[in-house]
């Protein structure tokens, strides 16, 4: 299979480059716009036989698709890249199916004044683009990086490595350092503010074999999003996704067999286990630079809505809402990482038993809030579509629940997608990809939800 060329990459920024020249002045129909943007899809769609998507962009000013880095560029790519860097785009992923129609839409939104890196993501949406999308959806392990230095799975990777090195530094006695926490935290609030749906699809991996590492950012990076779907300010963002990662930090010091033990603690362990709370606290109240309200949230993680949880000798201090935050994210993660009989409990279901302890263990206003977050089809639900295709629910739409994004992983006569389709199911004037039919139980389809998050 021939690699894609340095000159196929380079000819994709001219047309690219001329179709946004040519929108401004004349139609769709006419030459000057057609001609660039079918010679333009014809390339595309040959290097998406080759690979599943294709990325250009800007890195430090300098154009890139794929492996090819445009350092001195001709006058039509660096035009490109200056107008990439303008609208604030640092990739673009292209997907099989990529068409004129999309293409227009794309050239016409870059070539636009009023459309500037602020609103640009909306219009994308708006205009109803299937098959080109702002930024990388990168494999949770890679690295990618946008403008901020932080791409949501890079964000993830560095926050599992800042809670397993604070728990390390823990372990072998030490103060824990709270700069890498910082910095992760930075990271994680700017992506939410922007929009609070970005990390959510991470906090579906799930890692059995490092289960409180991965369970801890889960937890961040669910308390964070409810707090940001709220309007809260960016200090109590930091402060709430601090309190979320570090929540269950206290376990460091609990008797690794009784923290590992696969069977029903005796009494005498559970009264060990549950001093992790007022342990986390305590640590959290040794490191520097942590805001003291991020113990108290520690601290009161178990202590539950109506008072009957732990530390006993803790209920009777007030609840603030960040601790119930944390518990509000830690229940939800805790019930679908929860597999009896090896199955784990859907996003739906959990959401349902969340319902049945709302207003006792849990904050009923917050559990509610939550709900409305995850939408009618949370994050992890596997639908059928009206095209007859098996889709997975990979981010809510920020304002309408039944229009999420969506990957398409089986076509509709049912066979597995080798590269499964990123969509929206959110459209304007009229034309839409599909609709959601129904939901459908994943095991019925024998597809692993985790998998799809993780990779
Ligand atoms: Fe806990
Ligand atoms: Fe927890």
Known sequence: MTEITHLDAQRVAMLLTASIKSVTFYPQAHPAVRQPLQE???????????????????????????????????????????????????????????????????????????????????EMERSGIRTLRLGIDQPVYGDASDADGAAPSKTYLDALNAVRGTMSEIENGRIPDSDRINAVVDDMVSLTIKDHTTLLGLAMIKDYDNYTFNHSVNVGILALALAAFQGMPRDFLRDTNTAGLLHDIGKTGIDKKILNKPGKLSSDEYEVMKTHAEKGAEIIGGMKNISPRVGEAVLGHHIRHNRTGYPEWARGRELGVMTEIVAVADCYDAITTLRSY??????????????????????????????????????GTLVRLD?????????????????????????????????????????????????????????????????YFAT
Do not use: W
Request: aromatic share 6%; no cysteine; net charge negative.
């Open 40 to 122: 333009l899809s014809g390339i595309l769609d040959m290097m998406l036989h080759r690979k599943p998507e294709i990325h250009f962009g800007v890195v430090e000013g300098v154009f890139f698709l794929e492996d090819h880095l445009f350092v001195a560029p001709n006058s039509s790519v660096a035009e490109l890249a200056d107008r990439l860097t303008a609208k604030g785009i640092d990739a673009v992923t292209t997907y099989p199916g990529v068409n004129q129609e999309d293409l227009f839409r794309f050239a016409s939104l870059l070539a636009r004044r009023d459309v500037t890196a602020d609103n640009l993501p909306s």
């Open 387 to 451: 095209t007859n295709e098996i889709a997975l629910v990979v981010r809510p739409h920020p304002m309408e629940s039944t229009l999420p994004g969506v990957k398409i992983i089986l076509d509709s006569r049912g066979d597995a997608l080798e590269y499964p389709k990123m969509v929206s199911l959110a459209a304007t004037e009229g034309t839409r990809y599909a609709s959601i039919v129904s939901t459908v139980d994943p095991l019925l389809k024998n597809v692993d939800v985790g998998s």
């Open 342 to 379: 090896s199955v784990p409990v859907l996003p739906k279901a959990a959401l349902d038993m969340m319902r049945r302890i709302s207003g006792t263990s849990l904050n009923g206003e917050l559990v509610e809030k939550f709900g409305e977050m995850m939408g009618n089809y949370p994050v």
